[in-house]
């Protein structure tokens, strides 16, 4: 190898730390995956030790995102789908339960974690009606992600904007409002928002604690919510029933996922 | 698999995950219960082995899975760690039983060393197969030609029908990819691809079969072209395998001229999911790689 190869390949190759937990790695382990490193299985310890019930809450959001992707792909005719903070691939993702009730529904992908977008790319094939893409972009480039998944989708057509536990990541400072504004502005009438994100009014004491903690040992920091903040992101949406509720409670497949504990304000919106 | 079809008893039904697993992992699976009962129990190895007629050793071969087990042993072992419960014990029996019988491989058991033979037994179980190869085409992934042009590398004096046995060992392990098997994700290096193993011919045949298989919805190809990923890979091939059953680790599979290491201790696990991921992202991704690929057999 030449020196100059070396160099480029020092500069091109997406390096990752794994000695600070990371958001995707730690949820990962709540999950039950193997996808963690030493630093995100103890700073998920950490935050089930503040809030014990933090691993069945991800399962109530995976399952969450389960219902909510099949009404919006049934019900709502749904074909397109933009989901933001994919995460390490889990069971039941957007693309599957999508394409499962209409094969041609085109997903893009998005994460800014080099690793997560590598998983991505392999565990979450298209059908072949369908389509799947994946972008490299972070939330706060809202602008970036419009113009790469353009490519995918059509946004003249309605389109279902997905933001599953993701807008906790992006402070007041960096105004998620104005973020969820601007990706709404993209699309037509007729599209959709559907939108968890950690309660910090639902067992508020464990919450805070389990907050501390994470902002203590992961790279990206927390900003949990209240209801009347997490209803803001809806603003000028039709909310569908039952409106803004505790995971849990949004449409439970089963008695088993109604008693499921969860701190998730969850809402599915339609643009009028 | 055969032993799907074993009638089994409804007091302690295995669940359809631990009859799929096969052989090898269910000794691994109860090897790890038994000795989380053990710890459990605050029981050591040497009071354990004294119990069942043997030594600490065989206590820890057993733990590991890599023995089989006698039903006496575990049922004194159960006894000695205070489990009572009938359910309980009889599902343990029961596995036990199961860990005992043989995989499809074992009349391959002339060709087949133990080192790789827990591999193959391995590899039935797995939900995630992640492998990195420098030097050749996948087994998964290879056509028969190029199987034989490989097998021939390796066992040059071999007499013909032995070599053809091998050859079909390795076509029987490609049905893992028939599905509902687990997913393969497998990073390739350049040199792999450029090395015309058989010929010119043979090497394009298996290129094309390369293009096939990476279409496949649970396989994923990457290539890693040659001005990348050279400190990452230092180490050389290996593989990554994950277990449906979510109580067992994940495993590093290295294998070796006359032999093979399994890695299982987190910090080891932990160090070369860490490579994986970084050639996984240095490598092409699977669109460009299959752009690459055609390249290749256009040069081929």
């Known amino acids: 190898m030449t020196t100059d190869a070396a160099a480029d390949q020092t500069d091109g190759s997406p390096e990752f730390d794994t000695s600070v937990a990371h958001v995707a790695r730690v949820y990962n382990y709540w999950l039950g995956g193997t996808d963690n490193f030493a630093a995100d299985r103890a700073a998920a310890e950490q935050a089930m030790a503040a809030y014990p019930d933090i691993a069945a809450s991800a399962r109530s959001n995976r399952a969450l995102l389960r219902r909510a992707v099949g009404h919006l792909a049934g019900e709502a005719g749904i074909r397109q789908f933009l989901d933001i903070g994919t995460g390490i691939p889990s069971a039941n993702n957007t693309h599957e339960v999508a394409q499962a009730v209409a094969p041609d529904a085109r997903i893009v992908y998005v994460d800014n974690d080099p690793v997560v977008l590598a998983h991505a790319r392999t565990l979450l094939k298209s059908s072949q009606d369908g389509a799947t893409d994946y972008l490299d972009a972070d939330l706060r480039t809202a602008d970036q992600i419009l113009a790469g998944a353009a490519e995918t989708l059509d946004f003249s057509q309605p389109v279902a904007i997905m933001l599953m536990a993701i807008l906790q990541h992006i402070s007041d400072e960096d105004d998620p409002y104005a973020i969820v504004g601007r990706l709404l502005s993209a699309v037509p009438a007729g599209s959709y928002l559907a939108l968890s994100h950690p309660a910090r009014d639902i067992e508020p004491e464990k919450m805070a604690a389990m907050a501390e903690r994470l902002n203590q040992m992961m790279a990206e920091k927390v900003t949990f919510r209240a209801e009347g903040e997490v209803a803001r992101f809806f603003d000028g949406l039709e909310l569908l029933e039952p409106g803004l509720v505790n995971a849990p409670n949004w449409r439970p497949g089963s008695a088993e996922e109604a008693r499921r504990p969860a701190a998730l304000w969850v809402g599915v919106a339609r643009k009028p | ?300």
């Open chain 2, 1 to 300: 698999m055969d032993l799907v079809q074993q009638p089994l008893g409804d007091a302690a039904d295995l669940t359809h995950q631990e009859i799929a697993s096969g052989p090898t992992v269910l000794r691994m699976m109860l090897g790890s219960q038994l000795r989380a009962l053990r710890e459990a129990a605050g029981i050591s190895p040497d009071e354990a082995g004294y119990e069942i007629r043997g030594s600490r050793s065989k206590i820890s071969r057993l733990e590991h899975g890599r023995v089989g087990f006698k039903e006496r042993d575990v049922s004194d072992l159960l006894t000695l760690y205070g489990v009572t419960d009938e359910r309980q014990r009889s599902h343990m029996l029961l596995l036990a039983q199961q860990a005992n019988s043989q995989g499809w491989w074992a009349k391959y058991d002339d060709i087949l060393p133990d080192w790789f033979e827990t591999y193959v037994g391995l590899e039935q179980a797995t939900s995630l197969i992640r492998t990195y190869e420098l030097q050749f085409v996948p087994g998964l992934f290879q056509t028969e030609a190029y199987a034989r042009a490989v097998t021939l590398l390796g066992h040059r004096s071999a007499p013909a029908e032995e070599i053809e046995r091998r050859v079909s060992l390795r076509l029987k392990r490609q049905e893992l990819l028939a599905g509902p098997g687990p997913r393969v994700w497998a990073v390739i290096d350049e040199s792999a691809l450029r090395r015309p193993l058989g010929g010119r011919d043979i090497m394009r045949a298996q290129l094309r079969h390369l293009l096939e298989v990476g279409l496949l919805p649970h396989v994923t190809l990457q290539v890693m072209p040659f001005d990348r990923g050279g400190h990452s890979a230092a180490g050389g091939s290996f593989s990554l395998l994950r277990f449906a059953e979510a109580d067992l680790p994940d495993i590093v599979y290295i294998e070796q001229l006359t032999g093979a290491l399994y890695l299982g201790k987190p910090e080891e696990v932990d160090h070369y999911r860490e490579v994986m991921n970084n050639l996984s992202t240095e490598a092409e991704t699977p669109a460009d790689s299959e752009r690459l690929l055609k390249k290749i057999i256009r040069a081929t």
